[in-house]
């Protein structure tokens, strides 16, 4: 299975929220869901699923949990030679403009429902949390790795997150909350979207 997935934006890479969305829709089956999903590196081009280990030529992984199965399966993101040649209009920072920042409680929440994605409103709240706390004179805060404990509702009221760790400026790990309820963590770090190796 391959992924068709467009550039989001102006970005030169595809995006973390692209390959969850698509995990959900077109990879998991029955009571399956994304528990996890681990980027090793920037990826610029469409991905191939392999089930089997093939953790040097990956570019990242994921676990699917079935809960019927009460089991987790993990597959590999291994980058092909296709681009990926569309790209649809994104307006970030428009999605959480009305977001709330606590900088001394290093955390931030919204208190909107809107059209995005669950986890697009999750990033975005976490890149506008780091880019106020902790701003980068190079390089940009990217998503490292997320973990989910169930399925991401559809509607809420209220999402959050909350900087559990900062390390050396250049790395984070953030609890994520959904109407008060933890929901999982989102890793930030800093990455160059311009290296392609």
Request: no cysteine.
């Given at each position: 299975m391959k992924t068709n997935l467009q550039f989001k934006g102006g970005r030169t890479y595809l995006h973390s929220t692209d390959f969850y969305d698509w995990l959900m829709g077109d990879v998991c089956e029955g009571d399956e869901w994304v528990t996890k999903l681990v980027f090793k590196k920037i990826i610029?081009?469409?991905c191939e699923i392999v089930w089997e280990k093939t953790e040097d030529q990956s570019s990242g992984?994921?676990?699917?949990?079935?809960?019927?199965?009460?089991s987790i399966k993990r597959g590999w993101l291994v980058e092909t030679r296709e681009a990926a040649v569309k790209r649809y209009d994104y307006?970030?920072?428009s999605l959480v403009s009305v977001a709330?920042?606590?900088e001394?409680?290093?955390?931030i929440h919204m208190n909107r429902q809107c059209s995005a994605s669950t986890i697009e409103v999750i990033v975005a709240l976490t890149k506008k949390l780091h880019n106020t706390?902790?701003?980068?004179?190079?390089?940009?805060w990217l998503v490292g790795q997320l973990e989910f404990l169930g399925p991401l509702p559809i509607s809420y009221k209220t999402?959050?997150?909350n900087v559990d760790r900062i390390i050396k400026g250049k790395f984070s790990v953030c609890s994520i909350t959904i109407d008060g309820d933890?929901?999982?963590?989102?890793r930030f770090i800093v990455g160059d979207p311009d290296d392609r190796h």
């Open positions: 610029n081009h469409q992984f994921f676990e699917l949990w079935n809960r019927q199965a009460d307006d970030e920072d709330e920042i606590d001394e409680g290093q955390s706390l902790f701003p980068l004179s190079s390089g940009k999402v959050g997150v933890t929901v999982g963590s989102i």
